[in-house]
């Protein structure tokens, strides 16, 4: 149960994290209920795991609390100690909160509610994954078909006259993912990737869906004399890509050309940053990560920071923290979250919603 101030609105929100039951047998276990499932190796950034969806404006001090539970049949076939075939059927489709509501996209645009697809089994979400776990590497090959749970929006309807107004709404896309991942220790290095084929279709005539990519991380993990660090390469490469074309006002003393020119940039300006949102405005997309850790005092005191750079889009995000383990039962929390981007980029909006100074504190029973 949650209650108090969400973005200048009065809430009670009661969320149920995880609620499932189901039988473990020595070859076969099967589980039904909301629950929630990590697919891939590598740390933040995943590119195979497309099952549960996040609340990204949930604002928390550990952002694994914005992951949210999905309701799905998961079933797991050992062939052996090293190897098992995991399988999941997620009958109705559960979105992530992006809430592009709050963003600043202009005085004249509002957003609709959006609207689920229909409970039907063609809408259902299915995926596998063989995961082998040996001595000296781990690694799986995955699969998921289904509707992603990170979406975009569509132009709904731009009336220019005589008041401009643009309404736009949330839509929602299937695609295919072909993936894997390995896990590799070198000494007292790990390596990791992860990297998956994301496919999808009807791309070239609709805004809110990405084209087909390739999404790929690669990262290692090293302690350096007690500070656990992790860099990360996140990378993209979108498939079919085609810049979009900047419009031409072609007569600027003729009021329909006028008119044509303006809702011709709205729609220009709107793919546009559907694009920012999958990363998708360049054809390549090149990121880094770095988190760093590190613990005193016996351990009851903590200290992290995580930094974000994204070399195409110039945006950055920089997360410092400490905690502080009270009890065995009581922790304390203190960071700040600042990003950062050009203008008009989605850190830049996403910032003015986002960015601040965060304190809590967590009782486990």
Same mark, same amino acid.
């Given at each position: 149960?949650?209650?108090?101030?969400?973005?200048?609105?009065?809430?009670?929100?009661?969320?149920?994290?995880?609620?499932?039951?189901g039988?473990?047998?020595?070859?076969?276990?099967?589980?039904?209920? /909301?629950?929630?499932?990590?697919?891939?190796?590598?740390?933040? #950034?995943?590119? $195979?795991?497309?099952?549960?969806?996040?609340?990204?404006?949930?604002?928390?001090?550990?952002?694994?609390?914005?992951?949210?539970?999905? #309701?799905?049949?998961?079933?797991?076939?050992?062939?052996?100690?090293?190897?098992?075939?995991?399988?999941?059927?997620?009958?109705?489709y559960?979105?992530?909160?992006?809430?592009?509501?709050?963003?600043?996209?202009?005085? /004249?645009?509002?957003?609709?509610?959006?609207?689920?697809?229909s409970?039907?089994?063609?809408?259902? =979400?299915?995926?596998?994954?063989? !995961?082998?776990?040996?001595? =000296?590497?781990?690694?799986?090959? =995955?699969?998921?078909?289904?509707?992603?749970?990170?979406?975009?929006?569509?132009?709904?309807?731009?009336?220019?006259?005589? $008041?401009?107004?643009?309404?736009?709404?949330?839509?929602?896309?299937? !695609?295919?993912?072909?993936?894997?991942?390995?896990?590799?220790?070198?000494?007292?290095?790990?390596?990791?990737m992860?990297?998956?084929?994301?496919?999808?279709?009807?791309?070239?005539? /609709?805004?809110h869906?990405?084209?087909?990519?390739?999404?790929? $991380?690669?990262?290692?993990?090293? /302690?350096?004399?007690?500070?656990?660090?992790?860099?990360?390469?996140?990378?993209?490469?979108?498939?079919?890509?085609?810049?979009?074309?900047?419009p $031409? +006002?072609?007569?600027p003393?003729?009021?329909?050309?006028?008119?044509?020119?303006? &809702?011709?940039?709205?729609?220009?300006?709107?793919?546009?940053?559907?694009?920012?949102i999958?990363?998708?405005?360049?054809?390549?997309?090149?990121?880094?990560?770095?988190?760093?850790?590190?613990? #005193?005092?016996? &351990?009851?005191?903590?200290? &992290?920071?995580?930094?974000?750079?994204?070399?195409?889009?110039?945006?950055?995000?920089?997360?410092?923290?400490?905690?502080?383990?009270?009890?065995?039962? +009581?922790?304390?929390?203190?960071?700040?979250?600042?990003?950062?981007?050009?203008?008009?980029?989605?850190?830049?909006?996403?910032?003015?919603?986002?960015?601040?100074? #965060?304190?809590?504190?967590?009782? =486990?029973?």
């Amino acid at each position: 149960m949650i209650e108090g101030y969400f973005f200048d609105e009065h809430k009670s929100i009661l969320r149920l994290k995880e609620a499932y039951g189901g039988y473990t047998g020595k070859k076969l276990d099967l589980f039904a209920g /909301n629950q929630i499932v990590s697919w891939g190796r590598t740390d933040g #950034f995943n590119p $195979v795991n497309n099952i549960n969806p996040v609340d990204y404006f949930f604002l928390t001090p550990d952002p694994d609390d914005q992951i949210l539970s999905t #309701f799905m049949i998961r079933s797991k076939f050992r062939f052996s100690f090293q190897t098992e075939l995991e399988t999941l059927i997620i009958p109705v489709y559960n979105p992530s909160i992006y809430r592009y509501n709050l963003f600043d996209m202009g005085e /004249n645009a509002v957003f609709n509610n959006a609207v689920l697809p229909s409970s039907k089994f063609s809408n259902s =979400s299915f995926a596998a994954r063989i !995961k082998t776990e040996l001595p =000296s590497i781990g690694f799986s090959l =995955s699969w998921f078909s289904g509707y992603d749970p990170f979406y975009g929006f569509r132009t709904e309807s731009i009336q220019l006259f005589p $008041v401009t107004e643009i309404t736009y709404q949330p839509d929602f896309y299937k !695609k295919n993912t072909i993936g894997g991942d390995f896990e590799l220790p070198v000494k007292k290095w790990i390596l990791r990737m992860e990297a998956a084929v994301n496919i999808t279709d009807n791309y070239k005539n /609709n805004m809110h869906i990405p084209n087909p990519d390739l999404y790929y $991380v690669t990262g290692i993990e090293h /302690n350096f004399r007690g500070c656990m660090a992790i860099l990360q390469y996140i990378g993209r490469y979108t498939f079919d890509f085609r810049a979009l074309e900047i419009p $031409v +006002l072609a007569d600027p003393f003729n009021q329909q050309s006028q008119l044509q020119y303006a &809702e011709e940039m709205i729609l220009y300006e709107s793919s546009l940053f559907n694009r920012k949102i999958f990363h998708q405005q360049k054809e390549r997309n090149h990121a880094f990560m770095i988190s760093l850790n590190r613990s #005193f005092a016996y &351990e009851t005191v903590r200290t &992290e920071l995580s930094l974000y750079y994204n070399i195409t889009s110039d945006e950055y995000i920089i997360r410092p923290t400490l905690s502080w383990n009270i009890s065995d039962d +009581l922790a304390a929390f203190l960071g700040v979250s600042l990003m950062k981007g050009p203008e008009n980029s989605i850190f830049d909006k996403a910032g003015d919603v986002l960015n601040g100074l #965060f304190a809590g504190m967590k009782y =486990s029973f």
